[in-house]
C-alpha cells in the first residue's frame, strides 16, 4: 500500500488526505477517522499508516473544539453536553459534505462507501454520527469507545456495520460503558460485531488487524 498525503482546509479546519492508487472499476472506501478528546489528526493518522488497505481514501479531520495548546476535541463535557454533540453533528455533516465533493472530483466510476473509525472519544464521534447524523454511513469501527449525552433522538438513520472493540482494563472508558453504548447501537437497528479484549486504553496490534479484515472492500 502507497499511500500519497496532502494537507487541505475544510470548514475552516485542517484536514489530511491519503490516497492509495485507486482502482476506479471497484468500489473505493473512504474512511474518515476521528482522533481522540484534546489530540490532532496527526495522532490519528498514525494509526490510520498500520492499515494496509487497498482502494482507500484516508480523511482525517482536526476536531472543531479548541482545547487549547494546539489540541483538539470533537465537543466539550459538562452541563450543555447535548447542545456540544448537536454541533458536533453539524460540523460533521458539513465535513461529509466535503469528503463527497472531493469523491466526486476523483471520478470514481463505481461509486465509494462513507466509513467512519475513531478511538476514545473519536469512536464516541464514529458511533454518535452513525447513529445520528444526516448522512448515512456504510461501516463504522469504534476503539474504546462510548456515548456521551444524546440530543434527542428524531430520526432514525440507516444501519451501518459497526465493529466495537474495547479494553476490560481501560481505565479512561471503562467497559461498561463501552458495552453500553454497543448496546445501544444494537437496539437501534445497526450490525453490531462486539470483541472485549484484555486491553487497556489504546490501539494495539491487534486492533489494527480486526480492523483491516472489517474494513476490506
Request: glycine fraction near 10%; include cysteine; charge should be negative.
Amino acid at each position: 500500500m502507497n499511500m500519497q498525503y496532502q494537507n487541505q482546509t475544510w470548514l475552516g479546519k485542517k484536514v489530511i488526505i491519503g490516497q492509495t492508487e485507486i482502482d476506479s472499476a471497484k468500489p473505493v472506501n473512504v474512511l474518515i477517522g476521528f482522533h481522540g478528546a484534546e489530540s490532532t489528526p496527526e495522532n490519528m493518522l498514525i494509526h490510520g499508516n498500520r492499515l494496509q488497505l487497498n482502494n482507500i481514501v484516508a480523511i482525517y479531520p482536526e476536531g472543531p473544539v479548541d482545547a487549547g495548546n494546539g489540541v483538539w476535541s470533537w465537543w466539550l463535557d459538562g452541563p450543555r453536553q447535548k447542545e456540544a454533540v448537536q454541533q458536533f453533528l453539524d460540523f460533521t455533516t458539513g465535513m461529509v459534505d466535503e469528503t463527497h465533493r472531493f469523491m466526486k472530483e476523483q471520478n470514481v466510476a463505481n461509486g465509494f462507501h462513507t466509513c467512519l473509525w475513531g478511538f476514545s472519544q473519536g469512536g464516541a464521534a464514529s458511533l454518535v454520527y452513525a447513529l445520528m447524523g444526516k448522512h448515512p454511513v456504510h461501516k463504522v469501527a469504534s476503539i474504546c469507545g462510548f456515548l456521551p449525552e444524546l440530543p434527542e433522538i428524531t430520526t432514525k438513520n440507516v444501519a451501518a456495520q459497526i465493529l466495537g472493540i474495547f479494553g476490560a482494563n481501560d481505565d479512561v472508558v471503562p467497559s461498561f460503558l463501552a458495552e453500553h453504548a454497543l448496546d445501544e447501537m444494537q437496539s437501534h437497528g445497526h450490525t453490531l460485531t462486539i470483541k472485549e479484549t484484555p486491553q487497556g486504553h489504546e490501539v494495539s496490534a491487534e486492533n489494527i488487524q480486526d480492523l483491516i479484515k472489517f474494513l476490506e472492500v
